[in-house]
């Protein structure tokens, strides 16, 4: 029995082309989603790196993490999911899940503007402890880097790098030239 698609012949294993099917039918399905429409926008202008996105999103964090899921194991990976697709328990989500009890989204540091994850960054207060962390960042990369490379690229460029992706690191993003700047090094 010979597996066809559209008339053309499936040479790779039919479990293995079956589960890819299945899985990209899935993630178009979670890309049509109302919530994700501006995820599906970074997607179709190629500017998500998806496969290192999925390891990402997978990643476990002890061997133990692997076999079985753990509370903390499943509350990182929930909090990933939210991040990207902006739904944080920040006021403006509250605000719409709970109209019984909150009354405003206003930020409670500012008082001026609506608390949206994307003000949690942006606020003038918080920009200093932004930078610290993306520098902080930017030198534990460079860190990593230099452990497997043999010509580590100097510390500015990192530094450029990673303040420049800052919009997708904020919603825990692999930025497509962020990623292919890093295989050209490792
Ligand atoms: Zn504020």
């Known amino acids: 029995m010979i597996m066809t698609c559209d008339d053309l012949k499936i ?4 479990r293995r082309c079956i589960k890819h099917l299945s ?5 178009h399905q979670f890309l049509l989603l109302r919530r994700a429409k501006e995820i599906l926008v970074l997607t179709e202008q190629h500017h998500i790196q998806w496969s290192a996105m999925t390891r990402m999103l997978n990643n ?4 133990n993490d692997r076999s079985t899921t753990s509370f903390p194991q499943h509350r990182r990976r929930a909090f990933k999911y939210k991040l990207f697709i902006n739904e944080l328990p920040t006021l403006t989500q509250l ?7 909150y009354k405003k989204p206003t930020c409670v540091l500012c008082n001026q503007e609506d608390e949206s994850q994307e ?6 207060a918080h920009h200093h402890t932004w930078i610290n962390i ?3 960042a930017a030198h534990l990369l460079h860190d990593a880097i230099k452990c ?19 919009t997708f690191i904020t919603k825990g993003l692999v930025f497509t030239i962020f990623w292919s700047s890093l295989t050209t090094y490792v």
């Open 119 to 124: 003000h949690i960054w942006t606020y003038p």
């Open 11 to 14: 040479e790779a294993s039919s």
């Open 148 to 166: 497997n490379s043999d010509t580590p690229p100097h510390i500015d460029i990192i530094m450029k790098l990673v303040h420049e992706s800052r």
């Open 95 to 101: 605000i719409k899940r709970r109209p019984d009890l």
């Open 23 to 27: 899985h990209a039918q899935n993630f």
């Open 134 to 136: 993306l520098s902080k």
């Open 60 to 63: 476990n964090q002890t061997d």
